[in-house]
């Protein structure tokens, strides 16, 4: 069946890197995303993995490996702004190419 | 700026009562979309569209209905058979549905609670 899985919370410190992992399990992978959310506010299109191997966009990377069902998401020089819900999404070929989206991980700066 | 919006905010319903919420998108998307968000848990997808007249449930559809007379528009009833109403409900679209590195783009979402 369906399933992802990312950590509930992780508390990091300001300019330091954190890593927020994902593990799923779906039928027909066909790519994953990741989003940030800030409280009360829409998600916003972070990243984008179908191919294994890291993808890099400015302060945040992203990493797929396909045969592990493993992606993280790595955040350097952390900013107070970065505290955010960290939303882990795959696309499901088998469901009509829907997204199946994680609870989200809740990171917390700290000065 | 293209974009999509949401409206309202807040929204509050009484018992007995269908609501509707608005969707608006001006990026010429075609497939649209409605989730609900609870805390501790992940968007669920209420209903999809792909194209003008035409759209399909997703996992909890039960309680809701949508439209789909315009491309731009989405609208999403919830009906008093909905009986948890209580969530925030999001609205995104996307160009043709499952097409590579395209991203969802989401509206501010409307907070929905019963009186």
């Known amino acids: 069946g369906q399933n992802i899985d990312q950590p509930t919370e992780m508390t990091a410190t300001e300019g330091a890197i954190v890593q927020i992992n994902c593990t799923y399990q779906?039928?027909?992978?066909?790519?994953l995303f990741w989003y940030q959310q800030h409280a009360g506010e829409a998600p916003t299109f972070l990243s984008y993995n179908v191919l294994d191997g890291l993808e890099e966009k400015g302060r945040f990377s992203s990493f797929l490996s396909r045969s592990k069902g493993y992606s993280y998401l790595l955040l350097k020089e952390l900013q107070m702004k970065d505290s955010a819900s960290y939303l882990c999404a795959v696309r499901e070929r088998d469901s009509n190419y829907q997204l199946i989206w994680g609870a989200g991980t809740k990171l917390i700066i700290k000065p | 700026d293209g974009g999509i919006t949401q409206s309202p905010k807040y929204l509050f319903r009484k018992e007995g009562q269908n609501v509707t919420l608005s969707c608006e998108q001006n990026?010429?998307?075609?497939?649209m979309y409605w989730y609900r968000q609870d805390p501790g848990q992940g968007l669920r997808l209420i209903y999809y569209?792909?194209?003008?007249?035409?759209?399909q449930k997703g996992d909890i559809a039960e309680g809701y209905s949508v439209s789909r007379e315009k491309k731009e528009s989405f609208p999403l009833t919830v009906t008093s058979a909905q009986k948890n109403p209580t969530a925030f409900y999001l609205c995104?679209?996307?160009?043709?549905?499952?097409?590579?590195?395209?991203?969802?783009?989401f509206g501010d979402g409307t907070r929905l609670s019963i009186l």
């Open positions: 990026l010429n998307h075609d497939a």
């Open positions: 569209s792909q194209i003008v007249n035409d759209f």
């Open positions: 779906t039928s027909g992978f066909n790519g």
């Open positions: 995104a679209s996307s160009t043709i549905l499952g097409l590579h590195n395209q991203p969802q783009h």
